[in-house]
């Protein structure tokens, strides 16, 4: 058995200027994976060229809930996390909250190995928000992708996910491997 770990913060908000200083993703809330074999923690979001082509981070929050879509990949969001984990002591619904499954070592490296081949090669899927077009993905159904987890239910919609897991999980402690 090997051990893999989910963790997710709703974000900070995206109605008070002052948190336009934050990256997009601590303002919305993110999902990502972490790997017993890793301390990367991946994430699936927009890519820098798709939030620029829509004119920046807070055009893109506004296309994507106006149930636009972008391209996305898989990319190394541990420093979202740790920023996420220092700023919960300021804003409370930026709480990086872990769940850890025991998967047995197939699907394991199934799992590994697919987020590895993603993540290196850039691999685009359509991302969009709760309600965009059912071919689109965000940070927690992309899960899905991967098999053998289960997802929370309401895992389409972040607040509805992050309350679901909170009921299984621990809060994160980012200097814990």
């Known amino acids: 058995m090997k051990t893999i ?7 900070i908000g995206t109605r008070n200027p002052n948190h336009a200083q934050y990256p997009g993703l601590i303002r919305v809330g993110h999902v990502g994976i972490q790997f017993e074999e890793s301390g990367i923690i991946y994430g699936f979001h927009p890519t820098a060229q798709a939030v620029a082509g829509v004119g920046g981070a807070a055009r893109a929050i506004a296309h994507l809930r106006a149930r636009g879509t972008l391209m996305g990949t898989v990319q190394d969001d ?23 499954y025991d998967v047995g ?9 697919r987020i590895q081949t993603w993540h290196h090669e850039r691999t685009p ?11 689109s ?14 997802l929370p239910i309401g895992a389409n919609q972040l ?12 809060v994160w402690e980012a200097n814990v491997p």
Do not use: Q
């Not at 770990?5 to 974000?11: D, E, M, N, Q």
């Not at 993905?137 to 289960?150: E, K, S, V, Y």
């Not at 607040?159 to 621990?170: D, F, G, Q, S």
């Open 105 to 113: 070592n197939e699907d394991y490296a199934m799992m590994y190995g």
């Open 137 to 150: 993905d965000n940070c927690a159904t992309f899960l899905h992708r991967l098999g053998a987890l289960p």
């Open 159 to 170: 607040e509805v996910y992050v309350r679901e897991l909170r009921k299984r999980a621990t």
């Open 125 to 135: 899927f359509l991302y969009g928000f709760a309600g965009a077009v059912r071919a």
């Open 5 to 11: 770990r989910i963790l997710a913060f709703r974000g």
């Open 78 to 100: 541990t420093a979202v996390f740790k920023l996420a984990h220092t700023l919960s002591a300021t804003y409370k619904r930026s709480k990086v909250w872990l769940i850890t």
